[in-house]
């Protein structure tokens, strides 16, 4: 579902992704684990188009990501370490407002609600205004959104960062959830516990390569702490 | 899709406390422009049409005497005030609505507001269409300078950019938005002026004032349009919100504020106009030497007036020297007033960079307070005191002529008075003033398509920067 082949990326004479391939298959959760600077955020950027690779594809559902921007968005969901909505809108408001976009319809009010609920934010905070949200509701309205829009995929850059462990703990499930439900999930976090909780998948990233690959059932925690450390410390 | 974002920057902005205040502030310098406008109309036409009445009353009850004395006397006529004067005064101020009608000599317009108001004139009119020429743009660079910057800053452009939205639905969704905040702002004033305006109007003219109404709004609104795109091209480009606040302003001071009072300068450095001495003298000199040519020709006599001309042909003589007059009198003020025009036409390409100066033009000409409907009065004025001069004249060489040395002991009653026909002055259509302005709407249709282009192009480029 979210390809990448052998894509590189330069910003100058610094490569940022370097001869990275990497393919994540439906219902697949995919967490790429590696230090700042690694190349995390620049292969969600691609995936999103907000970069081009300086060689290389990215393909999601099988269609090129540089060719057919706006179709390959339209399969995709993108959920940011901070979500950012607009502070003076309710949540509800931002809702309708990005599932318009999305989906290209209006939802009715209880439609929002469900969805509201669905992604854990008390109904009674749907109507206030959004500059009021904690980093966690404001990451449910996210949610909410990715929801909305039905995607295939879901790219998400560092989403449990900043989370306290419970609303970080209740993220982790609804994105089981909702890979159980078929939908292909990218991730990128720092959190092995996160990594180990949730992925199917995890990778390693380091200076742009991805250094490690490995099915999360086949690790337990502290190896996967261990090998971590290790790729780090080479 | 455009309509979605449009829906959303609205609701944004109608909860931003700058639109309430800026607009509210634009709304009420609106309302009170409006009203003070109102006012000074009502008042200047009810004292115009009594001083016009008085003054014909008086030359038709002036009694017996000579026909030369009344002429001289003469009569003032007054300019009509345009119905939109209203919304734009123009050079209306500055130029003065009354001429004296007299022998001899081609009068200018006097009574100038401009002569008796405070030095805080110099400033500007408080007009409507001032307000909308300077104020509003500023309004729509307040309220717009970040639609886009604040975006990529907050990092909401990156959601909307992750859902694909294409960057022109986000481009004409902003501008919608923008240009919709204006359009509530002024909308409702508008109407109600243009309705108030033209019900108070008798049918006959209404049609007219309609037409230029509508024309305005065409105007203004690729002016406001102007702005709204570059505003918006803007702040795409601009690495900051701070740094688009900024470059805005820049041009929002350079274009409105400096570029009129030197595009002024400039183009009278291109078209000079003489100084009143040196007009008055060379005047004078045209005069006097058509004069000496004419009472040669017709009299034999080497200068005007001379004794040897006889009285019994001192009304042909009278005739004849207005007549000569005519020629040196209409070449003067002709190469002034075409001077005129063509600083006013130099002006209008300065509208390329400044689209206030077009707008500017644009604007008087169809209020019909420009210079082109100014000497349109003018020459109206001059028309009739020449067929009062020819009325008097006429009459002395059919009377007075015939008295021979006794010819000052005519006098003339009430009949030759009441021949001279009150004075009518129509203003000019609107087609004349579109034939005078069409090339400050063509520019500001030019100005709107390059901000339209510039902003697409600032939205085609990579927005995640």
């Known amino acids: ?22 393919s994540v298959l439906p219902g697949e959760i995919y967490c790429l684990l590696g230090a700042n600077g690694a190349g995390k955020t620049t292969l969600v950027n691609l995936f999103l188009n907000f970069l081009q690779p300086t060689s290389g594809s990215l393909q999601i559902g099988k269609l090129d990501v540089v060719r057919h921007p706006l179709e390959t968005k339209r399969l995709l969901a993108y959920i940011p370490e901070q979500v950012t909505l607009y502070g003076v809108l309710s949540g509800l408001e931002n809702l309708a407002f990005f599932s318009s976009l999305a989906i290209g319809e209006h939802l009715p009010r209880q439609r929002l609600l469900e969805l509201l609920e669905a992604a854990g ?22 949610i909410a959104i990715a929801l909305a829009k039905n995607a295939k995929a879901l790219l998400l850059d560092e989403p449990t960062s900043g989370l306290d462990p419970s609303a970080a703990n209740e993220f982790s499930e609804l994105l089981v959830r909702t890979s159980n439900d078929g939908v292909t999930v990218l991730t990128t976090t720092h959190d092995l516990f996160h990594a180990k909780q949730t992925g199917t998948r995890i990778g390693i990233m380091k200076q742009g390569r991805l250094v490690e690959e490995l099915r999360s059932e086949e690790v337990s925690h502290a190896d996967l702490e261990a090998l971590y450390l290790k790729h780090m410390k080479s | 899709m455009f309509a ?35 006012n000074r109309q009502v008042q200047l036409n009810s004292e115009r049409s009594a001083g016009q009445a008085l003054d014909y009353d008086a030359w038709l009850h002036q009694g017996y005497r000579h026909p030369h004395d009344a002429a001289e006397q003469g009569m003032h006529v ?36 401009a ?65 919709s905040c204006v359009g509530i702002l002024i909308a409702p004033v508008g109407l ?31 002016y406001l349009g102007f702005f709204v795109f570059l505003t918006l ?51 004078a000199h045209d005069v006097a030497d058509a004069g000496r040519k004419a009472w040669s020709t017709h009299f034999g006599a080497r200068t005007p007036w001379d004794p040897s001309v006889p009285l019994s042909k001192w009304g042909a003589a009278l005739k004849v020297d207005d007549e000569a007059g005519y020629g040196a009198l209409d070449e003067n003020f002709g190469r002034l007033w075409d001077t005129f025009e063509r600083q006013q036409r130099a002006q209008e390409w300065v509208g390329l960079v400044a689209p206030v100066v077009a707008l500017r033009g644009f604007s008087m000409g ?81 100005m709107f398509c390059l901000s339209v282009a510039l902003a697409q192009f600032a939205l085609s480029r990579p927005l995640m920067r």
């Open chain 1, 121 to 142: 934010l008390p109904r009674q905070a749907a109507d206030d205004r959004v500059a009021t949200y904690s980093k966690g509701m404001r990451q449910k309205v996210g």
């Open chain 2, 366 to 446: 169809l209020a019909g307070t420009d210079f082109s409907q100014h000497r349109d009065f003018s020459t109206a004025a001059e028309a009739q005191r020449r067929k009062i001069q020819n009325i008097v004249s006429e009459d002395l060489i059919e009377h007075a002529d015939r008295l021979g040395n006794a010819h000052f002991t005519y006098k003339a009653g009430p009949e030759l008075w009441a021949t001279v026909p009150q004075f009518k002055y129509e203003l000019p259509s609107v087609s004349f003033a579109l034939a005078h302005h069409w090339a400050s709407l063509a520019l500001l249709a030019v």
């Open chain 1, 1 to 22: 579902m979210l390809d990448a082949i052998e894509v590189t990326k330069q910003f100058g004479a610094k490569s940022a992704l370097d001869n990275i391939s990497l």
């Open chain 2, 192 to 222: 109600a002026f243009a309705v108030l305006i033209v019900a108070r109007l008798p049918a006959g003219e209404r049609v007219d004032v309609v037409y230029r109404i509508a024309w305005l709004a065409a105007g203004y609104g690729l």
């Open chain 2, 115 to 179: 002569q008796d108001a405070t030095g805080l004139q110099r400033f500007g009119e408080l007009s409507p269409a001032w307000l909308l020429q300077v104020l509003l743009p500023l309004l729509i660079i307040v309220i717009g300078f970040n639609s886009v910057s604040d975006e990529r800053e907050r990092g909401t452009l990156r959601q909307l950019l992750s859902l694909g939205a294409p960057a022109r639905s986000l481009l004409y969704g902003k501008a919608a938005a923008l240009a």
């Open chain 2, 233 to 283: 091209a803007v702040s795409a480009l601009a690495r900051s919100s701070r740094t688009s606040l900024v470059l805005l302003l820049g041009f929002w001071v350079a274009a409105t504020l400096i570029a009129p009072r030197t595009a002024s300068e400039a183009t009278n450095l291109l078209h000079p106009t003489p100084s009143r001495l040196d007009f008055d003298n060379q005047l």
């Open chain 2, 78 to 113: 007054f300019k009509p005030e345009p119905s939109l004067a209203v919304f734009d005064p123009g050079i209306g101020p500055f130029v003065g609505s009354t001429v004296w009608l007299q022998a001899h000599r081609q009068s200018e317009v006097k009574f100038r507001p």
């Open chain 2, 4 to 38: 979605i974002i449009a829906a959303k920057d609205l609701r944004v902005l109608t909860r931003d406390g700058r639109l309430l205040w800026a607009g509210g502030l634009v709304v009420i310098l609106m309302l009170v422009a409006l009203a003070a406008g109102w």
